[in-house]
């Protein structure tokens, strides 16, 4: 066969494909037979990935109330009745169609339990092939969601500390405790300018925030990714910017530092600093999007920056092992072990919304007190109502 012939006939598929909608879809969606969904409201959506955004999207659109979690941890403590509440799972896997014309696929299968029963009550599988990947796992996901009920009305979306919990609860990732500290009314965090009137910090620090301030300055969200846990913020605030490390990585044995502002309603309001190293290049199951530390941290320390000996940025403090749940499961606490998110995540990030962060010359490690108080101007207290 010419490859005339070949690109003809690719044409001709992709064509063929696109004719009706602009894409091939197709789906199938299954309730259980003796089950009323009519009654559901609540959706709790415990997906990570970039399926996430439509989910809520499709969801608030067919009238649910929607909350986003990072684990099932404290479920079993909700107030929901029987048939109101469902947790929702979906997974897509992304497929080739023609790499000539950049046509891409994806299939999705989505599964909801009731929350008090675990009965499950749903699942559905969709399939899309378009021109983009992003409109392919929209029309994947939304397709594998067909056969949920439209309540009639727009639906919202809620955060977890405004779930009705018989007793009051913090958000948990699986596996890790968030060293985020909360109330139901306000929680804060931490956060390090990477630019001018630019902060980083966790995107779980800010989502669903009325309003947010760092070191009570008004500041407003300009990016965030809920998949890495990042949040870029933008207002009248000043100091010097940190750098962010790209060479070299980070090194097993590397001595850090973690900067923040750990349970603010306890502890002095003063920046807290503590030391330790990095004990692994990778978070649970192998996660290289994370790198380990010893370095402890508290609720509140999430967003901060984990510095090297000269001051450059080696990771966001986003969490750590969640001591009490280890123990119910192995019999044994453990000691020191918190995750941070890696530098080429960081800069991924920070790069996509063209971020003009500075890099550290190399070399250029001081004594630590010197580092200390060289990035204490660069790092301030995030609230969140």
Same mark, same amino acid.
């Given at each position: 066969?010419?490859?005339?012939?070949?690109?003809?006939?690719?044409?001709?598929?992709?064509?063929?494909?696109?004719?009706?909608?602009?894409?091939?879809?197709?789906?199938?969606?299954?309730?259980?037979?003796?089950?009323?969904?009519?009654?559901?409201?609540?959706?709790?959506?415990?997906?990570?990935?970039?399926?996430?955004?439509?989910?809520?999207?499709?969801?608030?659109?067919?009238?649910?109330?929607?909350?986003?979690?990072?684990?099932?941890?404290?479920?079993?403590?909700?107030?929901?009745?029987?048939?109101?509440?469902?947790?929702?799972?979906?997974?897509?896997?992304? @497929?080739?169609?023609?790499?000539?014309?950049?046509?891409?696929?994806?299939?999705?299968?989505?599964?909801?339990?009731?929350?008090?029963?675990?009965?499950?009550?749903?699942?559905? @599988?969709?399939?899309?092939?378009?021109?983009?990947?992003?409109?392919?796992?929209?029309?994947?996901?939304?397709?594998?969601?067909?056969?949920?009920?439209?309540?009639?009305?727009?639906?919202?979306?809620?955060?977890?500390?405004?779930?009705?919990?018989?007793?009051?609860?913090?958000?948990?990732?699986?596996?890790?405790?968030?060293?985020?500290?909360?109330?139901?009314?306000?929680? @804060?965090?931490?956060?390090?300018?990477?630019?001018?009137?630019?902060?980083?910090?966790?995107?779980?620090?800010?989502?669903?925030?009325?309003?947010?301030?760092?070191?009570?300055?008004?500041?407003?969200?300009?990016?965030?990714?809920?998949?890495?846990?990042?949040?870029?913020?933008?207002?009248?605030?000043?100091?010097?910017?940190?750098?962010?490390?790209?060479?070299?990585?980070?090194?097993?044995?590397?001595?850090?530092?973690?900067?923040?502002?750990?349970?603010?309603?306890?502890?002095?309001?003063?920046?807290?600093?503590?030391?330790?190293?990095?004990?692994?290049?990778?978070?649970?199951?192998?996660?290289?999007?994370?790198?380990?530390?010893?370095?402890?941290?508290?609720?509140?320390?999430?967003?901060?920056?984990?510095?090297?000996?000269?001051?450059?940025?080696?990771?966001?403090?986003?969490?750590?092992?969640?001591?009490?749940?280890?123990?119910?499961?192995?019999?044994?606490?453990?000691?020191?072990?918190?995750?941070?998110?890696?530098?080429?995540?960081?800069?991924?990030?920070?790069?996509?919304?063209?971020?003009?962060?500075?890099?550290?010359?190399?070399?250029?490690?001081?004594?630590?007190?010197?580092?200390?108080?060289?990035?204490?101007?660069?790092?301030?207290?995030?609230?969140?109502?």
């Amino acid at each position: 066969m010419t490859c005339t012939s070949l690109v003809t006939r690719r044409l001709a598929l992709t064509a063929a494909l696109l004719l009706s909608g602009c894409a091939y879809a197709s789906m199938t969606g299954t309730v259980a037979p003796d089950i009323a969904l009519s009654g559901y409201q609540q959706v709790l959506v415990t997906t990570a990935s970039a399926a996430r955004p439509v989910i809520v999207r499709e969801l608030i659109a067919r009238g649910y109330r929607v909350t986003l979690l990072d684990s099932d941890s404290g479920l079993a403590d909700l107030a929901f009745a029987e048939g109101s509440a469902m947790i929702l799972s979906c997974t897509y896997i992304g @497929h080739s169609l023609t790499s000539l014309l950049g046509a891409t696929g994806a299939n999705a299968s989505c599964d909801a339990v009731d929350l008090q029963s675990k009965r499950q009550i749903y699942t559905g @599988h969709g399939k899309h092939t378009g021109l983009t990947r992003e409109g392919d796992i929209d029309g994947a996901v939304r397709n594998a969601l067909n056969a949920l009920p439209a309540r009639g009305s727009t639906g919202s979306q809620g955060s977890y500390a405004s779930l009705p919990f018989r007793t009051p609860r913090t958000p948990a990732r699986a596996g890790q405790a968030s060293a985020q500290g909360a109330d139901r009314h306000q929680r @804060h965090g931490t956060g390090f300018l990477v630019a001018d009137r630019m902060l980083l910090t966790n995107a779980h620090v800010v989502d669903s925030c009325a309003e947010v301030r760092a070191n009570d300055q008004q500041m407003r969200i300009v990016a965030i990714d809920r998949t890495n846990d990042l949040a870029l913020l933008r207002g009248e605030i000043v100091g010097p910017s940190l750098p962010i490390r790209a060479r070299p990585f980070p090194r097993l044995g590397e001595s850090v530092t973690a900067l923040g502002f750990p349970l603010a309603s306890l502890l002095s309001s003063q920046l807290n600093v503590t030391g330790g190293n990095i004990s692994a290049l990778a978070g649970l199951s192998g996660d290289t999007r994370l790198i380990q530390t010893t370095a402890p941290v508290q609720p509140g320390n999430s967003g901060g920056p984990l510095i090297d000996e000269a001051g450059a940025v080696v990771g966001v403090i986003v969490a750590t092992l969640d001591a009490a749940r280890v123990l119910e499961v192995t019999g044994d606490i453990p000691q020191n072990v918190n995750f941070a998110i890696s530098p080429a995540i960081v800069r991924a990030f920070l790069d996509a919304n063209e971020v003009p962060y500075a890099t550290p010359a190399a070399g250029l490690s001081r004594p630590r007190a010197d580092v200390i108080a060289a990035a204490a101007g660069s790092v301030a207290v995030i609230s969140c109502r």
